[in-house]
């Protein structure tokens, strides 16, 4: 996962000066604008030339501790929350070759944290984990009575699945325990990647093998017998598919099928009741919004919680909304002042807080009695379920 690069500016105004001004403040403001200048100039000379030419690596900036994914797991007393952050010190650096030149973001100290903690938000377990290299696509889940993490591999970091005890926070197993428990992994793991629709995780054996494992039964098969570890049970789940006539308006529809069809992204034809039989085996019935660029974040047999806009525009704020699955009724909404200030979308101050380039840094966990938040640049909120009170914000 990049780290985005957050850039900075400072607008110096000078000293209000009333009535005539003088010649000294004149020649004053002339030398200090200078002044101003020219460290400038000397400082970017400095970040993209001098540095790289003496090998001493150019600061990252904002890179270190990032949150990367959050889940909550189920305890003796009530539920905890693991948030998996990149510890790491990220720079960029130049590389040269024979014949060219490229750069690239390099860690120090690579690490990951994995924080626990209790419902409300008292730090439990802090574990650090080493890694070789930069961290790229992560993900860490509770499933199958285990808390499991996942983070692919890249560059000089190997793929990498360890699992955790809910209770204690102790490591229960690493990547070598893994493949040692399944004879198609014995000639080790090439490439792995994490479904998170599907809670399915995608394999490639050194030996050319595609496999795909099911982390909540712990059962490992190829891709033609991969029904086998598909739950295709009927459920009901909160879709949001937008209005006609209008792709920013979401409307809200209550949509019966097989569990596995719908955790497909099924929005576009949600509205079609003869292309959603067709293809998905499913009914659906309008039940609410509309939802201003809605996103359902998190859907189960009790709720959907969404995330979606006041209005439309560069500037705009997010609010979160809470369904009751059966009946479409908003059971809560929490409103942009007890959210995170980074999630404000205002593209006229910061071109990276639009829509586009934010809705992927957000995550909505649910079991229970708690709600998380977390995203990205930011870290977590607690908010109780029943209510939408806002519990506690925990920075990452």
């Given amino acids: 996962m990049e780290p985005v690069i957050s850039n900075s500016e400072s607008h110096y105004q000078g000293q209000k000066i009333y009535g005539r001004k003088s010649g000294c403040a004149k020649f004053g403001l002339i030398g200090l604008f200078f002044s101003v200048f020219i460290f400038a100039g000397i400082a970017v000379l400095a970040y993209f030339v001098i540095l790289p030419a003496l090998n001493i690596p150019l600061p990252f900036i904002g890179s270190s501790g990032n949150l990367l994914d959050a889940t909550i797991a189920p305890s003796k007393d009530g539920y905890r929350i693991w948030v998996l952050a990149d510890g790491s010190i990220n720079y960029i650096k130049e ?28 730090e439990l377990h802090k574990i650090k984990t080493e890694q070789k290299d930069i961290l790229t696509i992560t993900n860490i889940e509770y499933m199958g009575g285990k808390v499991w993490t996942f983070i692919e591999g890249y560059r000089d970091n190997e793929p990498k699945i360890e699992t955790y005890d809910p209770e204690t926070g102790d490591k229960t197993s690493d990547t070598d325990d893994f493949i040692r ?25 050194k030996d050319g093998r595609n496999l795909l494992f099911n982390p909540e039964t712990e059962k490992i098969s190829n891709e033609k017998e991969s029904k086998s570890l598909i739950d295709s049970s009927i459920v009901t789940r909160l879709i949001l598919g937008s209005e006609e006539g209008s792709s920013e308006r979401k409307i809200l529809y209550k949509v019966t099928g097989p569990k596995s069809e719908l955790e497909n992204d099924i929005g576009s034809r949600v509205n079609n009741p003869s292309a959603l039989k067709f293809f998905y085996n499913a009914v659906a019935e309008q039940i609410g919004g509309p939802y201003i660029e809605g996103i359902v974040y998190h859907s189960d047999d009790d709720c959907a919680i969404i995330i979606h806009l006041d209005q439309i525009g560069k500037k705009a704020n997010r609010m979160m909304t809470c369904v009751d699955s059966k009946t479409g009724k908003e059971l809560w909404t929490v409103k942009s002042e007890d959210m995170f200030d980074e999630m404000k979308i205002d593209e006229n101050k910061d071109s990276f807080s639009s829509l586009f380039l934010t809705k992927d840094k957000i995550g909505v966990n649910r079991r229970g009695d708690l709600v998380v938040l977390h995203f990205q640049y930011a870290g977590i909120i607690i908010f109780d379920y029943k209510t939408g009170k806002k519990i506690k914000e925990i920075e990452v």
């Fill in 95 to 122: 590389v040269s070759t024979p014949g060219s030149k490229s750069i690239g973001r390099h860690c120090k100290d690579c690490k990951t944290w994995t924080y626990v903690y209790d419902k409300d938000g008292n």
């Fill in 181 to 205: 428990k399944y004879s198609e992994l014995s000639a080790g793991i090439a490439e792995m990647s994490f479904d998170g629709e599907r809670k399915l995780l995608k394999l490639k054996t």
